[in-house]
């Protein structure tokens, strides 16, 4: 089966501290997302990955950065956290090619900023 | 550009009733569709996908949804629902030409005794 694991299920930062999210697949998938999930707005995309050192901006990039130095692992920064951030993250990956391929998502990390 | 509409941002359904919980969507080239269902402190998981052929698809749990091309549509349903049906569902598109989909923004299906 496949395995996406956020390294925290929950966690509680103060204002202006910097963040780090942390998502770990094991199906050798070359896409990797971050997605923000707010009480009626669905899921929103933050950044994703097609490949190693490669990142794209989704629709709500502001205030978040990415990194992905190895293929299985994709980052999810908040460089100065703020209370807005507060919500449920959560990250996902695919292998690459069509666009049928299924979407494994983590358990999600519930942030709360204070 | 995508986009996906789910009709109904709540359902209330008493056990053992059928349930249909809408999705329509819009593209300008042709799509895959997905439902995803999350259950509570959950990430989300695949139900079912149409990718090509018979629009009626069965996935997991006994649902089903039916690709309605001209009306672009694609809803869930299932015949008889359980306690254990109780679950956010997202409905989903993409296409062969980015790599990420578009999500709907949630359903929420309650099921009571």
């Known amino acids: 089966d496949v395995k996406v694991t956020q390294s925290s299920r929950y966690l509680v930062k103060r204002t202006g501290e910097k963040v780090f999210l942390e998502c770990v697949q094991d199906?050798?998938?070359?896409?990797m997302f971050w997605y923000r999930q707010d009480p009626g707005l669905g899921l929103r995309l933050i950044y994703f990955?097609?490949?190693?050192?490669?990142?794209e901006k989704g629709d709500i990039p502001e205030g978040y950065s990415v990194s992905r130095e190895k293929k299985e692992r994709f980052s999810l920064i908040l460089e100065s956290a703020s209370t807005n951030q507060t919500s449920m993250y959560l990250c996902?990956?695919?292998?690459?090619?069509?666009?049928?391929?299924?979407?494994?998502f983590g358990e999600g990390s519930w942030l709360t900023v204070v | 550009a995508q986009s996906v509409t789910q009709l109904d941002s709540q359902v209330p359904v008493f056990e053992e009733a059928p349930v249909e919980l809408r999705c329509n969507y819009s593209s300008s080239v042709s799509v895959y569709l997905f439902w995803y269902v999350q259950y509570p402190n959950q990430g989300l998981q695949l139900l079912l996908k149409y990718l090509s052929g018979s629009t009626l698809v069965k996935g997991i749990n006994g649902f089903e949804a039916e690709f309605n091309k001209s009306q672009t549509s694609f809803h869930l349903r299932k015949p008889s629902v359980h306690i254990s049906d109780t679950a956010e569902y997202f409905c989903?598109?993409?296409?062969?030409?980015?790599?990420?989909?578009?999500f709907g923004d949630g359903t929420t299906l309650t099921v009571k005794p």
């Open positions: 996902a990956s695919k292998y690459q090619g069509l666009g049928g391929n299924t979407i494994y």
């Open positions: 989903a598109v993409s296409d062969d030409r980015e790599g990420k989909s578009t």
């Open positions: 199906m050798d998938h070359e896409n």
């Open positions: 990955s097609y490949d190693v050192k490669m990142k």
